[in-house]
């Protein structure tokens, strides 16, 4: 199970980013698939999810009417488009599935999402 996220980078306020997260050793929809950040300092947040199967999605209030979470099955990749972004937004994104867990394994009730195993992160930085 591996996941690779992409896409990040430095953009202004009010900016827009695309991430990518890639998915390998196992298919879309069968498994749910979560994005959380971590900025220096913070805890874990989880900010957005999208079910298996039936696909429904969910937001953290941090991000809802902002960001918005969608999956290309062929291409068995979760994107994660990011409008209005604000310099609190800069963190360390990553995706996860629930495809497979570790101790590091949480479940956030706010997106309701099972983030158990991911792979490395990209920065996005928010700043004039």
């Known amino acids: 199970v591996q996941l690779q996220a992409s896409g990040g980078g430095l953009v202004q306020p009010g900016g827009s980013l695309r991430l990518s997260c890639t998915a390998s050793?196992?298919?879309?929809?069968?498994?749910?698939i979560g994005w959380f950040r971590q900025a220096p300092g913070n805890e874990r947040e989880g900010i957005s999810c999208?079910?298996?199967?039936?696909?429904?999605?969910y937001y953290a209030d941090s991000v809802k009417g902002r960001f918005t979470i969608s999956r290309d099955i062929a291409k068995n990749t979760v994107y994660l488009q990011m409008n209005s972004l604000k310099p609190e937004d800069t963190a360390v994104y990553y995706c996860?599935?629930?495809?497979?867990?570790?101790?590091?394994?949480?479940?956030?009730?706010?997106?309701?999402?099972?983030?158990?195993?991911w792979g490395q992160g990209t920065l996005v930085t928010v700043s004039s």
């Open positions: 996860a599935t629930d495809r497979a867990s570790s101790p590091s394994s949480w479940y956030d009730q706010s997106v309701r999402c099972l983030f158990g195993s």
């Open positions: 999208i079910s298996s199967n039936n696909g429904i999605r």
């Open positions: 050793g196992f298919t879309l929809p069968g498994y749910a």
